[in-house]
């Protein structure tokens, strides 16, 4: 039977599904995938936020330092300048699933907003008519009380530190097995990924000996890595580096 979409040219593989296919249908027991930008405990397991748990609760009974990481937007809005602010909650807040996120525009005055206003609307309006609600207002209930708020950012501090030791630990255990090259970027970095400055060809060579796996320009996620699994990347890399050009 002949199709409409028989013209169709298959999508060029994407970087970073193609590694995680390739990871989830690897049989290997003590296979490490660190391609996926995705928070995870000590124990490798997904975390939800207790504050995100009673915010959920709260809503049903109804029917990493902040201030730094605001300071520049706020010193945009407080010199008057007009800015466009996008922000993810998916992975501060562990809301995945709902990939909930804002687009917030500081303008001059309110003629001015009402203009952009209407401009995004035609931008939006292909997109969804109404989009999602209760990621939202997970995200919203936190935010209007003060003792979750307060919550959610211990919690979201916890998360901080724990990739920051998961930086000194991969840095540590890769200096103590004299792997060629300056390592300091790993500690170095910030945030949940770190550019490791492995090759494709170590990266590749990585999954099939070690099976572990990572997106092909060496990114890691150190938000996936344990203090268990610290050890066997080092080892793993240590091998890439001194084996592989």
């Not at 979750?148 to 630990?169: C, F, H, N, P, V």
């Not at 300056?182 to 000996?209: C, P, Y």
């Amino acid at each position: 039977m002949s199709s409409i979409l028989s013209n169709v040219l298959p999508a060029p593989e994407d970087p970073v599904l193609s590694v995680i296919f390739a990871c989830r249908d690897d049989p290997c027991p003590v296979k490490l995938n660190l391609s996926a930008g995705a928070y995870r405990t000590e124990e490798g397991k997904p975390l939800v936020l207790e504050v995100v748990r009673k915010a959920e609760q709260q809503l049903a009974n109804d029917l990493g330092n902040l201030d730094s990481d605001a300071q520049s937007v706020r010193m945009f809005v407080a010199d008057g300048g007009e800015c466009l602010i996008a922000q993810s909650f998916a992975k501060n807040m562990g809301l995945y699933g709902e990939r909930i996120g804002a687009l917030t525009i500081v303008c001059t005055s309110q003629d001015v907003a009402r203009k952009v206003h209407s401009q995004v609307l035609l931008v939006v309006r292909p997109m969804y008519l109404s989009p999602p609600i209760h990621g939202a207002s997970i995200v919203t209930t936190i935010f209007k009380n003060s003792d979750m708020y307060k919550d959610w950012t211990i919690e979201l501090k916890g998360m901080a530190d724990r990739i920051i030791s998961m930086r000194q630990q991969l840095y540590e255990a890769i200096q103590a097995r004299g792997t060629p090259g300056d390592w300091t970027h790993i500690i170095k970095q910030i945030g949940m990924f770190s550019f490791t400055g492995l090759n494709e060809k170590q990266v590749r060579w990585m999954a099939k000996e070690y099976h572990i796996y990572m997106t092909y320009d060496g990114r890691i996620s150190i938000a996936s890595l344990s203090s268990k699994t610290v050890p066997q990347l080092a080892d793993a890399i240590h091998a890439a580096v001194t084996r592989i050009a």
